[in-house]
């Protein structure tokens, strides 16, 4: 798998298409944050990258979780 310009041998419990999508998803923010970066270094694009990704999956677990408050609060309501 190419991510940034570069190939990688990525290997995992995962199913070959689904580490495909994973890479793809890291290859593209990469880009995405090379155009509005002005870095050259790979190594603090990848940086980005990776606190980019981890902003997401923060974010998404709050809602996540926020999500599954109200659903208790409706689920309490409708036992009351």
Do not use: C, H, P, W
Request: glycine content about 4%; aromatic content about 6%.
């Amino acid at each position: 798998m190419e991510i940034f310009g570069t190939e990688y041998r990525i290997k995992g419990e995962a199913d070959a298409e689904y580490i495909r999508r994973v890479a793809g998803y890291v290859d593209s923010k990469m880009q995405q944050i090379a155009q509005a970066s002005a870095t050259a270094s790979v190594a603090k694009l990848a940086i980005l990258t990776a606190v980019n990704i981890a902003d997401e999956l923060f974010r998404e677990r709050q809602d996540r979780e926020r999500a599954l408050a109200a659903l208790a609060e409706r689920l309490k309501l409708v036992e009351e």
